[in-house]
């Protein structure tokens, strides 16, 4: 079985002491010779929440997809606790994004499944047992306040409701790392502020978790670091 | 562990049951064309069988007759007689003298006359050897053998319809095994074609699925079911149309049995051969699904 073997390996890598997320010299230019990234020099440490801030283009989004090897580096070092993703088998890949919940800016959802089956996919793929898949979908469910609506279809949720969707998918599976592009991008600030509310609860209970926003009005009353992205550089 | 690995796999079985139950009529126009594909080759393969059967049935065991020399004495005979006795290929035999056989001719319809009219008996004295042999090359060569007595005049058994038959039946199996392999490879390409569509339409729920650390595994897992259920589908459909063919054939048959006494009836496909085209039709469908979803799965890259 070569996929346990797999999981094995990547268990066995798994490092407390290591920072959660590094980068060192990472740059990634695009075939059509666009430079989102630049000499990107990061490190985030296990249980962190950091903000990632800049205009739009400036390469927040390319960043975290890095994270999450939905995106490979031109050149450097990614490493996910201590483990190099940067030149991660494609095999190993689906390993390593179980570790990590990512929130989509686009959200990803699928439309042509209910709330509930929607959150249990991440563990359905990940060879759940069904009792505790279920469990673990209502209690996702309940945290984002979604609990009520498991047999709705995705189409008829409002804008607040479809990123709290995604956030309980996100969070199914208790990944390490939670990962969220513009999570907060439509909402009306009373929403937003719910939003942020449920990622520094998920924080407090140990999740690191790394946001991209351009949404100011988030960043004035935090205590957490905040990170700004300027045309693929990362200022101080 | 093993619980929800059997788990996935009947959640991905009937969850393939009911996307081929949601589109029924696809579903069906593409089984009845793959039944039709499998019953033609399948089809004429149970013809083969059948003819072969009616005739080893009529056939019996094949039968020699040994002509001695007209001039062969009674020490020649029993010469022969001992032969045949210690050979334990021989089920029976039978001797008919010269004089026997001339009363015979004679009270044959029609000879009579002729038989009348002979100054002198031209017929020799002859056995009639019964043998458990029934392959035309053993009896070849037995025949040979027993050509080379010197009492022997002629031998003779009647293998010429039992060649002729042969060779048509090798002739039947080559294109059993023509149709076979054509009707297969456009099986394999519907289906091809059938889960390429699929994966189209599926764009979003594959990426997405990547995207959450899906294993190329799982993601082929649903494509590779539906070929295998859909080829499954197809092959019982071939089974159907052959059973309703036979049915048909053995009503059409019946005046004719009637008519000549003759107790011939076509047979199904034996369990063996039922089983057998099963899984081949089943396995051609996974195979179709397979090629399609190794061909066409990479190209979804999540961005």
Known sequence: MPENLLKRFWIE?????????????????????????NNVELEVESGEMVFLTGHSGAGKSTLLKLIAAIERPTSGVIAISGQNIAQLKSAAIPYLRRKIGFIFQDHKLLFDRNVFENV????????????????????????????KKEKVMPITLSGGERQRLCIARAVVHRPAILIAD??????????????????????????????ATHDASLLDDTQHRILSLKQGKLAA | MMRAWLTQHGFVFFHTL?????????????????????????????????????????????????????????EDIDKIQQRLQEDSRIVNYQFISKDSA?????????LTDI???????PLPDAFVVHTRENTSD???????????????AHVQFDSAWVDRLNVLLKLGRSVVLMLATLLSISIVAIMFNTIRLQILTKRDEIEISKLIGATDGFIQRPFLYFGAIQGLCGGITAWLIIAWGIDALNGELMPLTQLYGLEIQLRYLSLQDSISLLLFSAWLGWLGARISVASHLWQIEPE
């Open chain 1, 120 to 147: 249990l996919l991440p563990l359905q793929i990940s060879d759940f047992d069904n009792n505790t898949a279920m469990s673990r979908v209502r209690a996702a469910l309940d945290k984002v306040g979604l609990l």
């Open chain 2, 138 to 152: 053993s009896l070849e060569q037995w025949k040979l053998t027993m050509q080379s007595w010197p009492e022997i």
């Open chain 1, 13 to 37: 890598r798994y490092n407390e002491q290591n920072p959660m997320i590094t980068f060192k010299n990472v740059s990634k230019r695009y075939p059509d010779g666009y430079i989102a990234l």
């Open chain 2, 102 to 110: 001339l009363i015979q001719l004679q009270q044959s319809s029609g």
């Open chain 2, 115 to 121: 038989a009348a009219n002979l100054t002198y008996n």
């Open chain 1, 182 to 211: 513009e999570p907060t991008g439509n909402l009306d600030i009373e929403y937003a502020r719910d939003i942020m509310a449920m990622f520094k609860s998920f924080n407090q209970v140990g999740v690191t978790i790394l946001i």
């Open chain 2, 18 to 74: 009911k996307r081929l139950a949601s589109t029924p009529v696809t579903t069906l126009l593409s089984i009845t064309v793959m039944g039709i594909a499998l019953s033609l080759p399948t089809g004429v393969y149970v013809l083969m069988e059948n003819l072969q059967s009616i005739s080893g049935q009529t056939a019996g065991s094949p039968q020699i007759s040994l002509f001695l020399k007209q001039d062969a004495s009674k």
